[in-house]
């Protein structure tokens, strides 16, 4: 963990003297790609030894890949290659070397790198052998038109900015933050008029990086001094279970959980901060003029202490994370994409039986919540006042199901997740059966004018953020011009 923080704060540095030192205008894309990848591998081999090693090997291998396979099904064996490369390096950690400890843990930044080899080999898959009409149009603005270098490969997967704790970011992104053209297409999607001019001044980071800075001080400072006072683990304590109440015992289950958050916050935000620091990050201005530094950003800490269904919790955490897990599995699963998706994510996650006994639940929350949200929600939103109260009961049955949900994922265990699952009677599993069994789980189409209709505005505004983030993708260094990757961003937007 110290090796961690050193190196993360050693990556802050290096970002700010990249964008002075090598900024795209006073040199080549090559030694910028050079340097950044130079740099990510030594900080991966100072932070975990020769198991850093398995990066390249893990990147190389793809690559190869990539190369005699070809565009048709490259995907696919890139796909069970670097999952299968993660699972079997997590397997033999976990369960030959060091079972429940984190130390040389280096399965965090391969988890990584498997996210941006298999985003990549699928864009690469859409770009140069599907027809752009059989895309959406995200996929469409994503694809990728040609094969990149090795070099722009290893760059992109083991840079120094994002290869201890990512966040993922999509290759056009990053090949256009490296030729320094992340700054001229930013200004036209607010209309998606073809011909206005584009924005070339190149805005300063430092403001957004002290932000952040600051959110990674106080997640820090909260982590060290209460997290250690509310353990979770402290949730099947026996004489706890015998004594407390139920209203109790769930109250400490929220702020226990609430307590272990501050942890991903840090390691998160200091990554976004790193990113933003060398230059990289840059989403554009908004309605007022301010420049916005979210464009790889991976939560949105008051969205997701304050949600009020399960989709929005999960859609502010780790959302580069839930952005992979859409591209690669959701968009393209033939059957029971919701079912696949939570399957994949445990997968991805790790070996531990925890993970797995989250993801299920997972799955069984989802689609109650969805159920519940669809059949009843537009009874509430009449009154004011009515809205008001449904918003804060769906607050507390939301924090609560979030909190009952993820004890496994950080128990770890079968045997201590089945004590406190057994201890609360299996209630919200059977809850979520039932619901699934009284309310229809498709939603009409009345309903869905009508849900649509009644949405408050702050999730409106959130849900109009996360389409620009998730459409806002940089000109390609490929036959597209300017002018025609603007309107492809803006017909993604209208949908």
Known sequence: ????????????????????????????????????????????????????????????????????????????????????????????????????????????????????????????????????????????????RRMPTLLEYLSYNCNFMGILAGPLCSYKDYITFIEGRSYQLQQSEANGKEDTKYEQTDPSPNIAVAQKLLICGLSLLFHMTITKTLPVEYNIDDNFRATASWPVRFFYLYVSLMAARPKYYFAWTLADAINNAAGFGFRGYDKNGATRWDLISNLRIQQIEFSTSF???????????????????????????????????????GVYPGYYLTFLTGVLMTLAARAIRNNIRHYFVESPAVKLCYDIVTWVATQVAISYTVVPFVLLSVKPSFTFYSSCYFCLHIASILVLLVFPLKRTQKGSKTHESIQPMWSKKLEEENLLQKNSYSATNNSFGQKQEITCRYQALKE
């Open 311 to 349: 989709k929005m919790f999960l859609d502010n955490w780790n959302i580069q994370t839930a952005l992979w897990l859409k591209r690669v599995c959701y968009e393209r699963a033939t059957f029971s994409p919701t079912i696949q998706t939570f399957i994949l994510s445990a997968i991805w996650h």
């Open 1 to 144: 963990q110290v090796n961690f923080v050193v190196c993360q704060l050693f990556a802050l540095l290096a970002a700010f003297w990249f964008r002075t030192y090598l900024h795209s205008s006073k040199t080549s894309p090559f030694i910028r790609h050079v340097v950044a990848t130079l740099l990510g591998l030594y900080l991966a081999l100072f932070c975990f030894g020769w198991y850093a090693l398995h990066f390249v090997i893990q990147s190389g291998i793809s690559y190869y890949i990539m190369i005699i396979i070809g565009v048709e099904n490259m995907h696919k064996y890139c796909f069970v290659f670097a999952l299968g490369y993660l699972t079997v390096c997590q397997i033999t950690r976990v369960y030959i070397f060091d079972y429940g400890q984190y130390s040389a843990d280096f399965s965090g930044p391969m988890m990584i790198i498997t996210q941006k080899i298999t985003s990549l080999a699928f864009e690469i898959h859409d770009g140069m052998f599907r027809k752009s009409e059989d895309l959406t149009p995200s996929q469409r603005c994503l694809a990728v």
